[in-house]
């Protein structure tokens, strides 16, 4: 994840809007959390919902309500990523989610909370880092930590509205599409 300092969002239409508002304080943090999601929802080399589909992630999110050790749980997440032989941006954000999951032994539920909390967080991160600092940013430290904190509520209210995950990893698919949907239309309290 450290890579999102130096990887700045695409410049496409959908995510020169997230840039045109993130961070703004004119705009609500509502809104910059529904153009986060809208821009990498739409963003064919994000794949969100093919990547948060993915039968690792699902076993991740199991791993989550296990016993509460997280030594124990990030053994299992190891073994897990090495027999599948996958790798990735999002299989390190599960593991992020899985140690907070694990850590609060908040269970699955805490777990999906916490994946969609560390998903936006990191987009935030790429276009954020570089306006923190400089000269010419509004954007103060102080700020910058704010605004991530609440783009991390947001995302973990939708979650939580959702409900856990199910039970059934067949439904995984429709269940992460459906708190995809309510963060992009914001459609939650």
Not at 19 to 42: M, Y
């Amino acid at each position: 994840m450290s890579d999102s300092f130096s990887q700045p969002s695409p410049h496409t239409p959908s995510w020169d809007k997230v840039r045109e508002v993130l961070a703004n304080p004119l705009v609500s943090c509502e809104i910059q959390s529904r153009e986060i999601w809208r821009a990498a929802s739409n963003d064919p080399d994000a794949a969100l919902l093919d990547n948060l589909s993915d039968p690792l992630i699902i076993s991740i999110c199991q791993l989550a309500s296990e016993d509460g050790d997280l030594a124990l749980a990030l053994s299992s997440y190891q073994d897990l990523v090495n027999s599948s032989h996958s790798a990735g941006l999002f299989i390190e954000i599960a593991k992020h989610a899985l140690s907070r999951a694990v850590i609060s032994k908040g269970g699955s539920l805490k777990f999906s909370q916490e994946l969609f909390a560390e998903i936006v967080s990191y987009y935030a991160l790429r276009d954020l880092s570089g306006r923190t600092g400089s000269a010419d940013s509004v954007v103060t430290q102080f700020d910058f930590i704010r605004l991530k904190e609440d783009l991390r509520d947001l995302a973990q209210k939708a979650v939580e509205i959702s409900g856990p995950p199910p039970a059934d990893s067949r439904d995984w698919p429709e269940y992460i599409r459906a708190i995809l949907l309510s963060l992009q239309s914001g459609d939650f309290p």
